[in-house]
């Protein structure tokens, strides 16, 4: 067998991302691909798990039996997801508990939009509509991302994600169709988190600097801003099918662009909640950091039961 | 349904409490599991309690239907759920207890589970169909939360010196809200004469040796002090009881008459 230089290796791996040959895990890959790779998943494990939190806020306070069922189911496709995707990006050879000390050490980040506070039930049906929504968006395309276990990831996920953003919707028309208590509950949520979920799709493209080289390698099959342009033309026509006011004064069709215009993103405010400043960033992993720490004595008991079994076994 | 009358309560009376009884220790355990949420030690224990949570919300979602079909007061199952008073709900006080922690939670789990599968085997052949079917869709869902309970019991006591310290700590506890497990009064009677509900005196001897079979297998001691609380199936609960309903009532009560 020749060995073949790193060139000759990178080419070889070009061509197959070209050729749309999905990369596996025991592929040759360059370590960029690795390591953009093993953050982005982990990253998508940790919105997912973090994304619990908000939701489950309200899991206890749930106005009837039907919402509460559905939003357990909800919490828990999220955990699941967060399962599929620590096991994606453990192919790659990222161990699960040390990605999610990495998280609670502030090393690794999650969505910036989990950071913001559930404050009503109408947040409930704003999440559902605008945040999964979004995810969609960006998930999407994730489908046909060069990496194989990502990619079949995605396929699983974004069939749930569309299920979760429906019953958001449902949510949300309820309420705007409701008593203007109501109304006024679901309007008051969409002010809160217009803004946070147009965020959700990263920075503009030229403020985006591993962009370029992830949509070469097919980890990223669109940019930041054509997924927030295509985001913002499909949910505008939503929130005016159920008479919410988007809030922004600078929204306005245009006609030879075939697509909405829109103000100017507060990218001050995304900056500061990326770096931990924003309303629950400690919260939320304080809430996970307790968890892990709450439960260490279970996962000792489980390891140290499990040893004395195996013990028992070969004795007998 | 046949209207007869036995100790001051129609037969109709009788079953429509009965059966919003199973529906209150569903509803309650399903709502205190649900506050696990998020906050497990370890994913996949997450996804497991929530799992249960679920299955518990649906079984109140089921005996409720069936409640407001047996006697229509013009009641919803969410007005049932959400809206009564405290005295009005006549769940196990066992269910109520707050989580405390995994371990708590597990043995409360237990005690409940090991009961449960024994009242919904029986609840199988009620001469009320719609309760048997009922009871065999819950069955199967409690099979696997019993199964889920007593590996953990297991794993608990025969695992660290901490997680025996805390869980056999957890045992002496819940202890004394047991035998309520085995309560009756004349709703009871009334559904077992008709063999509409179960006679829950029968299968004590089986829920203790079961109980006992598992513990000792998780090297735990059932304790000595033997006194014992009841009062949930008579609406009289523990201090814990009005903060669980306080959350879990609080859109129907600061939003009423309204559809979410």
Not at chain 1, 55 to 65: C, K, Q
Not at chain 1, 163 to 182: K, Y
Not at chain 2, 135 to 159: F, M
Request: proline letters at 3%; charged letters at 25%.
């Amino acid at each position: 067998m020749s060995t073949k230089n790193i060139e000759e290796l990178e080419r070889e791996f070009q061509a197959k991302i070209d050729a749309d040959i999905k990369i596996e895990p025991n592929d040759w890959m360059p370590e960029g691909y690795r390591k953009t790779l093993m953050r982005q998943i982990s990253q998508h494990a940790h919105s997912e798990i973090v994304g619990m939190l908000p939701e489950g806020n309200w899991i206890t306070r749930a106005p009837s039996l039907k919402r509460k069922a559905v939003l357990l189911a909800k919490v828990q496709d999220e955990a699941g997801h967060g399962l599929y995707l620590y096991s994606a990006a453990e192919t790659l050879g990222l161990d699960r508990e040390k990605s999610i000390d990495d998280l609670h050490s502030g090393k690794a980040k999650y969505s910036s939009i989990f950071n913001y506070p559930t404050l009503t039930w109408a947040d409930m049906g704003t999440i559902g509509w605008l945040v999964d929504g979004a995810a969609i968006m960006n998930q999407v395309p994730l489908c046909r991302c060069s990496y194989g276990p990502y990619a079949r990831a995605m396929v699983r996920v974004c069939k749930e994600e569309s299920f979760h953003q429906r019953q958001g919707f449902e949510i949300v028309s309820l309420l705007a169709n409701g008593t203007p208590e109501q109304k006024q509950m679901a309007q008051d949520s969409l002010n809160r988190f217009w803004w946070p979920a147009l965020m959700m799709f990263g920075p503009n493209d030229d403020n985006s600097p591993n962009s370029a080289q992830s949509i070469k390698w097919k980890i990223k099959r669109s940019s930041n801003d054509e997924l927030r342009q295509q985001f913002i033309d499909v949910t505008v026509a939503q929130a005016e099918m159920v008479g919410l006011t988007i809030p922004d004064k600078d929204l306005k069709w245009n006609e030879a662009r075939g697509s909405y215009d829109f103000g100017t993103i507060n990218w001050e405010e995304f900056n500061q909640v990326i770096q931990g400043n924003g309303p629950c960033n400690k919260e939320r992993i304080d809430a996970r950091r307790n968890a892990k720490e709450n439960g260490a004595w279970v996962r000792e008991a489980a390891n140290a039961f499990a040893e004395k079994r195996k013990k028992k076994e070969l004795t007998h | 349904m046949e209207y007869l009358t036995c100790n001051h309560m129609t037969t109709q009376e009788a079953f429509y409490s009965y059966i919003v009884r199973l529906g209150d220790d569903s509803l309650i355990l399903g709502q205190r599991l649900s506050e696990w949420c998020g906050h497990g030690p370890v994913l996949e224990e997450d996804i497991a309690l929530t799992n249960i949570a679920l299955d518990l919300i649906g079984q109140t979602n089921n005996l409720y239907e069936l409640a407001v079909s047996i006697e229509n007061k013009g009641e919803n199952i969410d007005q049932l759920a959400f809206l009564r008073l405290e005295k009005e709900y006549e769940n196990l006080l066992l269910v109520e207890q707050p989580n405390v922690d995994f371990g708590y939670t597990i043995v409360r789990q237990f005690f409940f589970d090991v009961y449960r599968k024994l009242v919904f085997e029986a609840l199988c052949n009620s001469t009320d169909e719609r309760l048997a079917g009922i009871a065999e869709k819950s069955l199967k869902e409690t099979k696997y939360h019993l199964k889920h309970s007593s590996e953990w019991v297991i794993r608990l006591g025969d695992g660290t010196e901490e997680s025996h310290r805390r869980v056999q700590e957890a045992v002496n506890t819940l202890w004394k809200f047991t035998d309520e497990l085995f309560f009756q009064d004349e709703v009871d009677q009334n559904v077992i004469e008709l063999g509409l509900g179960v006679d829950n005196s029968n299968f004590k001897a089986t829920w203790n040796s079961h109980v006992e079979h598992v513990l000792t297998e998780a090297t735990l001691t059932i304790p000595t002090n033997s006194w014992q609380h009841t009062g949930g199936r008579k609406g009289i609960h523990t201090e814990y009881f009005g903060y669980l309903l306080s959350e879990m009532q609080y859109m129907q009560r600061a939003y009423p008459n309204m559809e979410w």
